[in-house]
């Protein structure tokens, strides 16, 4: 059985994914900066990454250790991966400057469309950053939004204020009515960015596909499963990204 190693470096984390055929065996997360100081793929990497691979593959959003990262993780593994951008993702694009997309959403929308194929999509991906990303039944990345993820919210309010605290987003939702300053700041951010993606989730429907459109909505990423109950998404799949580098690395292949 064919068994793949899959990595995305993000700005906060590396998440890397183990396969046996289509199956995912193995997950695990290293916090970035410790990922790619010297010698930590050996370290907090290699270890986890047992046996025989066939194929590997890396998508980055952190372009200055993209390289590095790739070779370090040759070195440690004896593979070296194939790295996605959008020349290679096998997407078509109505997106201005392809070139300029984020290599987790092409990852993601790879994905998606492995998960869904022919159908319409719409990505949701609740990260360091939270990203809306339309992808047509047909294959074409249309374009979407970005706007600043969760976790942002209570350092930068806490930081542009004079009196206002930094707040821990643990536990659900709360109610919207709050009866205290960190309970008001709590609703607003976590209820708050519920609101922004239900609406920006509605508005890039209705511009990639029509109104009359209903794509399947995926969460994915760390905070969306925070959502769960508010009826964002269709499916909530946090291993997304990792699905659609494997099947990226099975496509190289088959062209190599």
């Known amino acids: 059985m064919t068994r793949t190693w899959v990595a995305d470096l993000g700005n906060s984390t590396l ?59 040759k070195s440690a593994t004896g593979l070296r991966p194939a790295i996605l951008t959008a020349a290679n993702a096998g997407l078509t694009f109505g997106y201005r400057r392809p070139s300029g997309l984020g290599a987790d959403r092409l990852a993601c929308a790879l994905g998606a469309q492995k998960r869904f194929p022919q159908r319409d999509v719409i990505v949701v991906d609740c990260g ?16 979407g939004a970005i706007f600043p993820g969760l976790g942002l919210w209570p350092a930068m309010l806490a930081a542009q204020t004079a009196r206002l605290p930094e707040v821990k987003l643990d536990g659900p939702p709360p109610a919207a009515l709050g009866r205290s300053t960190r309970a008001g700041l709590r609703a607003g951010i976590l209820l708050g960015h519920a609101g922004a993606i239900r609406e920006l989730t509605q508005r890039v429907a209705r511009e990639a596909f029509g109104a009359r459109a209903r794509p399947v909505v995926i969460g994915t990423g760390g905070h969306a499963a925070r959502y769960g109950q508010e009826k964002l998404f269709t499916v909530i799949e946090p291993d997304l990204i990792l699905a659609g580098l494997r099947s990226f690395a099975e496509a190289i292949a088959r062209h190599d």
């Open 128 to 143: 360091t950053a939270t990203t809306v990303t339309a992808l047509s039944r047909q294959g074409t990345l249309l374009g």
């Open 15 to 73: 998440y890397v994914g183990v396969f046996s055929g289509d199956r995912l065996t193995a997950r695990f997360r290293v916090p970035a900066e410790v990922a790619i100081a010297r010698g930590g793929v050996v370290a907090h990497v290699a270890p986890r990454l047992h046996g025989r691979f066939d194929r590997a593959a890396l998508c980055s959003v952190v372009p200055a250790h993209t390289e590095v990262l790739a070779r370090s993780l």
